[in-house]
């Protein structure tokens, strides 16, 4: 099948900027128990984001790598890796562990389509991940940085999530 010539192949590190996360000490109860969600790969389990199961306070969040509504999250880190890759849309500011990446998109990437291409890459992006010496899954940052990703312009881009979002809806 050939690709309409308005289709783009780029490299992910190409079209997004990766962001790494953390955690604010443990140790300063200050930090801990505010309204402010901070994801762990255990709140990877829906498509859309907007809360997690463990949160901060504005301190804690301060101190934290935050990343704002409409980039994406995907796991890096975990014993999930070796039978899944969750990538999850940030339905609002939030910060993540390090065991998470942020995507933050071009302004010509809808995040909805990179979503769905990655989500259904699947498989693909299963060969990125390799083994930590404690048995833990772990991506390959290069790999993962060189993934192609096919794209068409926005427009198109939207359309496509439209109707995969139709879709869902019908099957639902």
Request: aromatic content about 8%; glycine content about 6%.
């Amino acid at each position: 099948m050939k690709l309409p010539s308005t289709w783009q192949t780029q490299t992910l590190d190409e079209l997004v900027s990766f962001r790494s996360g953390g955690t604010p000490s443990k140790n300063n109860s200050q930090y801990w128990g505010g309204e402010f969600p901070w994801v762990t790969p255990k709140d990877l389990k829906k498509i859309i984001l907007f809360d997690s199961q463990d949160r901060l306070t504005k301190e804690g969040a301060a101190t934290a790598q935050v990343t704002g509504k409409d980039s994406l999250l995907i796991l890096v880190r975990g014993m999930t890796l070796f039978k899944e890759v969750p990538v999850c849309l940030v339905g609002r500011n939030m910060a993540f562990n390090q065991d998470i990446k942020a995507l933050a998109v071009r302004d010509d990437v809808d995040p909805r389509y990179l979503q769905a291409y990655l989500i259904s890459m699947k498989n693909l992006l299963l060969r990125c991940v390799d083994s930590a010496g404690h048995g833990t899954g772990r991506m390959n940052m290069d790999m993962l940085r060189g993934f192609l990703v096919l794209f068409p312009p926005l427009p198109e881009q939207k359309a496509i999530v439209d109707l995969l979002s139709a879709w869902d809806e019908a099957i639902e």
